[in-house]
């Protein structure tokens, strides 16, 4: 008899994170080889996914690397097809890619223009890759769920898609004033939307679609940022990295097999006050 364990492993399927070579998409990938499947690694940074690829399979699993460009179809398609030749399926779709304007680091500067200033441009482009790449993904991914009758669909919002953003944490003393843009929330918002959509048009199937709502993780912020951040979250911390792995096996397995059209919030509490 098959034990609730058995139900996290993916032995013998396979799997596409899309921003796989990113902080985020890294452990997703991870976490998705070491429970069995197949994983490609996709991301507009080849070089990344390559990495990430060659690590997991020096490691010794099944992993491969795919340049991806999310807002267009052709590039989209070949992301599948290199899934459906390498492991001949398509089991779980992780949609990880997205225009994300961080404060570690890593993206300092950048995030000055106040919402009556923010240029069309830049909203334009977060649509794009934020909305219409999930879109362009699961209109190729769901495919082969379809014909196999099996697959999860498993799109990553933001805290920000279910409350404003605290532009309060973004400020420093002596600075110029700091903003999570406006793209951001109305995107991720809208992945809710399209999570619910896919998880209702694909009913009857064994399709299904859920989001997954992580909290802010840390990366090397500084400690202005982190005590901000901190002192809004119920458990008084940022995430670690690995902190989101276990929500997203849950999602992409049997575990969660009665689970579709939902959202699960890891967020430290942030949105429980």
Not at 200 to 226: C, M, Q, S, W
């Amino acid at each position: 008899m098959a034990t609730v364990f058995d139900k996290f492993r993916l032995d013998g399927q396979a799997a596409v994170v899309t921003g796989g070579g990113g902080l985020l998409g890294r452990e997703f990938s991870r976490t998705l080889a070491e429970a069995g499947a197949g994983v490609v690694v996709a991301d507009l940074d080849q070089g990344a996914a390559e990495e990430v690829a060659a690590g997991l399979r020096n490691a010794g699993y099944q992993a491969r690397a795919a340049w991806v460009d999310v807002t267009r179809r052709e590039s989209v398609a070949a992301m599948v097809d290199t899934a459906l030749q390498s492991f001949g399926r398509l089991d779980v779709l992780v949609c990880s890619a997205a225009l994300d304007p961080k404060f570690d680091p890593q993206h300092s500067g950048g995030h000055g223009s106040n919402f009556e200033d923010y240029p069309l441009e830049a909203w334009e482009q977060a649509l794009a890759v934020n909305l219409t790449g999930l879109f362009l993904c699961a209109q190729a991914a769901v495919k082969p769920m379809v014909a196999q009758n099996h697959g999860s669909i498993i799109n990553i919002c933001s805290t920000y898609g279910l409350v404003g953003p605290d532009q309060r944490i973004y400020q420093k003393p002596g600075q110029p004033p700091q903003y999570k843009p406006v793209y951001y929330s109305v995107t991720k918002a809208g992945v809710l939307g399209l999570t619910r959509y896919l998880a209702t048009y694909y009913a009857g199937t064994k399709v299904r679609a859920n989001a997954l709502t992580p909290g802010g993780v840390f990366n090397g912020h500084d400690e202005i940022f982190v005590q901000n951040y901190s002192a809004r979250t119920v458990l008084g911390r940022m995430a670690e990295r690995d902190e989101l792995n276990g929500a997203l096996l849950f999602l992409a397995s049997d575990a969660s097999s009665y689970m579709t059209g939902a959202n699960l919030v890891v967020d430290g509490g942030w949105t429980a006050w």
